[in-house]
C-alpha cells in the first residue's frame, strides 16, 4: 500500500545564521539578520506552516548546522558531489574541486583547489588517486580546455585521472574519453585489489554527435591499474538494454543511457538508475556486469536519477529528479509522489532477484515556488537494526528518514535554508548530503560547504562505524544484526 505523505506544518527551531561567510563554531550560532533567534533553552515555537525566509536556517532540534565554508573564485560555478577519505573531503565543483581538511568537523579548512573546468565533475578517489567525471563537450582534456560543440569531432569528454599522494598539489596524470561522456561514475574495486574500474553513466545521444550516436543503451567501463594508472583504459561497453529501454512518455525520460549506478561490491550487487528504468546488476564479473531485474514507473516517475541499497541489500531506494533540479516540485500542486524516492524491497538469490514497490518518501514539507527543491544524492546512515538514510533535496534541504518499515518510510530530522530569493526563482540548494564518521557533509550549490551534526537515540549507534574512504555510490557495508 501506498503511503501517501501530506504536507505537514513546518515545526520551526530556528538556528539561524546568515551564510554567507560565516564559519560556526560548535558552540555558536549566528543570527540571520530576517531570522528570529530562539534559546535551546526555550520553548519550541509554535506550530506554523510559514516559509522561511531569503537565507533563514530552521531545523529539528536533533540536527544542527556546525560550520560553513564559502566557495570562492575561481571554482565559484555549481558545486557538486563528494568524496571522503581519513580526515579529507573532496568537493566537486563545475570548474574543478576543492579538498578539504576535515579533521575538525566544526572547523574545516582548505587544504587545495584545483581549476579544471569541465561539468558536473562527478568525484571519486581511492588511495592516491581521484577522478572526474566530464560531460560538458570541451576543445581537449586539459584543465585548459574551453567549450566547444558535441558536434565537433574533436571535442572531449570522459574521466581525468589526478594523483593526490600530495593533498596541497593534485597532479593531473591521464584522462580516458568516453562514449557521450561522462555525467557521472562509479568506482568499483577489482576482486584482487590490484585495479579498479570506473563504471561510466552518459546519457543523451544525438545523430549529430560524433562521439555519442545512438542509440546508447550501454556504459563504460575502465580499467584503472592501481600501480600504473596511466594505463587506464575502457575495457567493456555493455548493452544493459539489449531489447532498448523505456520508450519514454508525457511525463516519464526514454531511456537512452543511465544517469547513476550504485554499487554495493561486497555483495557483488549494483543499481542502476537509467532515465526511464530502474534495474539491478550482478556484477561478480566486474568487466561483465549483467542486468538480472528492470523496474519501472510510468505513473510518477519522470527521471530515474540515483540509487541507495540498505546495509542487508534487501531494500534499495531509487530517486526521481523530476524537473532535473530546475524546478519548484516541493509543493501541493505537485504533490507528494512525484520528485520522491521509491522504495523496493528484494526478494529471491542469484538471478532470481526481484524488485518490488513498497513506497514513496518526499520531504513534508511544502517549499515556496521560488525554490527548486526533488530528491537528489544521499547515503545511508551506518546505523545498527535499522535502515535510515540523509538525503539531499536542492532548496528543500536536507533531511533524514528511517524507512525500516518499507513501506512507511518517516522522517526523523531535517535542516534547511529559505529561498535564495523570496519573488524570483534562483536555483540552488544542497547537491549532496552524505553521513561520514560521525558528521554530516553536504555541498551546497551556492552556499558553499556545509557540516551538520547529528544527534538522536535512533542514530547513535552510527558513531562507532569509521570508514577510511566512502564514495558513496561504492556503497560499504557495516556491522549490523
Known amino acids: 500500500m501506498i503511503r501517501l505523505h501530506k504536507p505537514r506544518l513546518r515545526q520551526l527551531r530556528v538556528v539561524a545564521l546568515a551564510t554567507t561567510g560565516l564559519l560556526v563554531a560548535s558552540a555558536l550560532v549566528a543570527p540571520a539578520s530576517n531570522a528570529q533567534t530562539v534559546s535551546q533553552a526555550a520553548p519550541a515555537p509554535a506550530l506554523t506552516n510559514t516559509i522561511p525566509g531569503v537565507d533563514e536556517i530552521v531545523?529539528?532540534?536533533?540536527?544542527?548546522?556546525?560550520?560553513?565554508?564559502?566557495?570562492?573564485?575561481?571554482?565559484?560555478?555549481?558545486?557538486?558531489?563528494?568524496?571522503?577519505?581519513?580526515?579529507?573531503?573532496?568537493?566537486?565543483n563545475y570548474?574543478?574541486?576543492?579538498?578539504?581538511?576535515?579533521?575538525?568537523?566544526?572547523?574545516?579548512?582548505?587544504?587545495?583547489?584545483?581549476?579544471?573546468?569541465?561539468?558536473?565533475?562527478?568525484?571519486?578517489?581511492?588511495?592516491?588517486?581521484?577522478?572526474?567525471?566530464?560531460?560538458?563537450?570541451?576543445?581537449?582534456?586539459?584543465?585548459?580546455?574551453?567549450?566547444?560543440?558535441?558536434?565537433?569531432?574533436?571535442?572531449?569528454?570522459?574521466?581525468?585521472?589526478?594523483?593526490i599522494k600530495d593533498k596541497a598539489n593534485p597532479r593531473y596524470i591521464k584522462s580516458v574519453e568516453t562514449a557521450c561522456g561522462s555525467h557521472t561514475h562509479t568506482l568499483v574495486p577489482g576482486k584482487d585489489r590490484k585495479a579498479v574500474y570506473l563504471y561510466v553513466s552518459s546519457y543523451s545521444p544525438r545523430a549529430e554527435f560524433p562521439d555519442c550516436q545512438p542509440p546508447h543503451d550501454s556504459i563504460s567501463i575502465i580499467k584503472v591499474p592501481v600501480k600504473k594508472p596511466t594505463d587506464a583504459a575502457v575495457v567493456a561497453?555493455?548493452?544493459?538494454?539489449?531489447?532498448?529501454?523505456?520508450?519514454?512518455?508525457?511525463?516519464?525520460?526514454?531511456?537512452?543511457?543511465?544517469?547513476d549506478i550504485t554499487a554495493y561490491p561486497s555483495k557483488d550487487l549494483a543499481a542502476g538508475a537509467c532515465m526511464g528504468d530502474g534495474i539491478l546488476l550482478d556484477i561478480k564479473n566486474r568487466e561483465a556486469p549483467r542486468v538480472i531485474n528492470r523496474v519501472r514507473d510510468e505513473v510518477n516517475f519522470a527521471f530515474w536519477h540515483s540509487?541507495?541499497?540498505?546495509?542487508?541489500?534487501?531494500?534499495?531506494?531509487?530517486?526521481d529528479e523530476l524537473g532535473g533540479g530546475g524546478a519548484a516540485t516541493c509543493n501541493e500542486t505537485v504533490g507528494p509522489n512525484r520528485g520522491a524516492d521509491a522504495i523496493y524491497d528484494i526478494a529471491g538469490r542469484g538471478n532470481a532477484r526481484t524488485m518490488t514497490f513498497r513506497s514513496y518518501y518526499k520531504i513534508p514539507r511544502a517549499n515556496a515556488d521560488t525554490e527548486n527543491c526533488v530528491a537528489h544524492n544521499g547515503s545511508l546512515i551506518p546505523v545498527l537494526g535499522k535502515d535510515i538514510m540523509v538525503q539531499a533535496w536542492y532548496q528543500g534541504g536536507i533531511s533524514v528518514f528511517d524507512f525500516t518499515d518499507s513501506a512507511n518510510p518517516k522522517e526523523i530530522a531535517f535542516w534547511e535554508r529559505g529561498p535564495l530569493s523570496a519573488?524570483?526563482?534562483?536555483?540552488?540548494?544542497?547537491?549532496?548530503?552524505?553521513?561520514?564518521?560521525?558528521?554530516?557533509?553536504?555541498?551546497?550549490?551556492?552556499?558553499?560547504?556545509?557540516?551538520?551534526?547529528?544527534?538522536?537515540?535512533?542514530?547513535?549507534?552510527?558513531?562507532?562505524?569509521?570508514?577510511?574512504?566512502?564514495?558513496?555510490?561504492?556503497?560499504?557495508?557495516?556491522?549490523?544484526?
Open 59 to 92: 531545523s529539528s532540534p536533533n540536527l544542527r548546522q556546525i560550520a560553513n565554508l564559502p566557495k570562492v573564485a575561481p571554482l565559484d560555478a555549481t558545486n557538486s558531489d563528494i568524496a571522503f577519505q581519513g580526515k579529507y573531503a573532496y568537493a566537486g
Open 237 to 259: 561497453t555493455p548493452n544493459l538494454f539489449p531489447d532498448g529501454g523505456f520508450p519514454g512518455s508525457q511525463t516519464g525520460s526514454a531511456t537512452t543511457g543511465c544517469h
Open 307 to 319: 540509487a541507495t541499497f540498505n546495509n542487508a541489500g534487501t531494500k534499495v531506494i531509487f530517486t
Open 95 to 163: 570548474n574543478g574541486f576543492v579538498i578539504y581538511d576535515i579533521s575538525r568537523p566544526s572547523a574545516p579548512t582548505v587544504k587545495a583547489r584545483v581549476l579544471c573546468p569541465g561539468s558536473q565533475n562527478d568525484i571519486s578517489v581511492h588511495g592516491d588517486l581521484l577522478f572526474l567525471s566530464t560531460d560538458s563537450s570541451r576543445s581537449d582534456d586539459s584543465c585548459n580546455s574551453t567549450t566547444q560543440g558535441a558536434d565537433v569531432k574533436g571535442s572531449w569528454e570522459g574521466i581525468k585521472v589526478f594523483d
Open 423 to 481: 519573488d524570483t526563482f534562483v536555483g540552488g540548494g544542497t547537491w549532496s548530503a552524505y553521513y561520514y564518521n560521525g558528521h554530516i557533509y553536504s555541498n551546497d550549490m551556492v552556499k558553499g560547504l556545509d557540516v551538520l551534526e547529528l544527534n538522536d537515540w535512533r542514530t547513535w549507534s552510527a558513531k562507532l562505524t569509521r570508514y577510511p574512504e566512502l564514495n558513496v555510490q561504492t556503497q560499504p557495508s557495516y556491522l549490523g544484526w
